[in-house]
């Protein structure tokens, strides 16, 4: 299932100019900005102007007319956030192929581009990417986004299985009405149809794919200490995927691939599912990240001033990593002495 033409969006303009010019100040670009931003509440006078949610249909047409005249990664994680919105778990998986052409075959040209005066600086690359882990922007979307879709029993998510088994959700108050419950849920991945359920699954497994060649990319490029921590989203995917490919099982169907990165998983290679791990046995890579979580949620929430959530957020960061990236990312210094040893710095 494919929600828009990848292979269209990343033509080149032209042969001397593959990514088109810049169009930062051009006026389409203002209105995709304000498109994607939505509208604040505001007081006038005696009224409410109710505040206005994304327009996230608007986003895609500007963003997919802009794609036509330049080559953009703004651009194209507005479409990416607006295709998740619209359309949950295949939606992700176009954007995400969408900005993986765009560093892989444009990263010398594509916008904002690099200036070598500047040491090719990737910064601004970088904070654009990152982005796309965002919790409220895009995380929370996609585990409310449906993995499961039946007329009878409705449309689930992993926060609605979460709640469900009494995942952090609930904890945080969640309105307990709106608690579904596990067996609804497990009825409806039994009654839903099994080509879309299947196509979701697809879908993950793209997305999954596509996210490790964008982190690819920038290691490549930029090394495994400048580039941007993918992990968070690759987490999600693991979850979904785990889930999916358990119920696709039951129904007698194989599962897609397994996710990049989710080799460290359950007896069998999947990563537990949430409601395997809602009950806090740690499992699985992916139990131990949440777990991270919580811990590092405890602190926030009662000791602000400890560093633990930071020390947290940094072991995250390093539990996919190699070990000579861990090396790079804590002690740069060590990297050639570390080769040294193991004769990798010789000739």
Do not use: C
């Not at 295709?83 to 939606?91: A, C, D, I, N």
């Not at 992993?158 to 497990?186: N, Q, R």
């Not at 000579?324 to 990297?335: H, K, N, T």
């Amino acid at each position: 299932m494919s929600t828009i033409d990848v292979n269209s969006l990343l033509n080149e303009i032209s042969p001397d100019a593959p990514s088109g010019e810049d169009l930062e100040y051009d006026p389409a670009f203002g209105e995709l900005e304000r498109a994607a931003l939505g509208k604040a509440e505001q007081v006038l006078g005696d009224s409410v102007a109710a505040a206005e949610p994304p327009n996230w249909r608007e986003v895609r047409k500007l963003a997919t007319e802009l794609l036509g005249r330049s080559k953009d990664l703004r651009v194209g994680v507005y479409l990416t956030r607006a295709l998740t919105s619209l359309e949950g778990y295949p939606g992700l998986a176009d954007g995400l192929s969408l900005l993986r052409g765009l560093l892989e075959r444009y990263w010398d040209t594509v916008h904002p581009q690099l200036d070598p005066d500047d040491g090719n600086d990737p910064t601004m690359r970088i904070n654009i990417l990152i982005s796309i882990v965002d919790r409220d922007a895009m995380l929370n979307v996609l585990r409310k986004a449906p993995l499961v879709s039946s007329r009878v029993m409705g449309r689930y998510g992993l926060h609605d299985i979460y709640l469900a088994g009494g995942g952090d959700g609930a904890a945080a108050g969640e309105d307990e009405s709106a608690v579904p419950d596990m067996a609804a849920i497990e009825a409806a991945f039994m009654d839903a149809d099994l080509e879309e359920l299947q196509a979701t699954a697809d879908a993950v497994t793209r997305s999954s794919g596509d996210l490790a060649a964008i982190d690819a990319v920038f290691m490549d490029k930029v090394g495994a200490s400048q580039a941007p921590d993918l992990d968070a989203l690759a987490t999600v995917l693991r979850e979904a995927q785990s889930t999916l490919n358990e119920h696709l099982a039951r129904r007698g169907a194989g599962g897609a691939g397994a996710p990049a990165g989710g080799d460290a998983g359950t007896a069998g290679g999947e990563a537990a599912s949430p409601a395997q791990a809602a009950g806090g046995a740690i499992n699985s890579r992916e139990d131990a990240v949440r777990m991270m979580d919580k811990i590092s949620s405890f602190f926030e929430k009662n000791e602000p001033s400890s560093p633990v959530p930071m020390l947290m957020q940094r072991a995250k960061r390093l539990v996919s990593m190699s070990f000579m990236d861990i090396l790079a990312d804590v002690a740069p210094d060590g990297v050639k002495q570390a080769k040294n040893i193991g004769g990798l710095g010789k000739d």
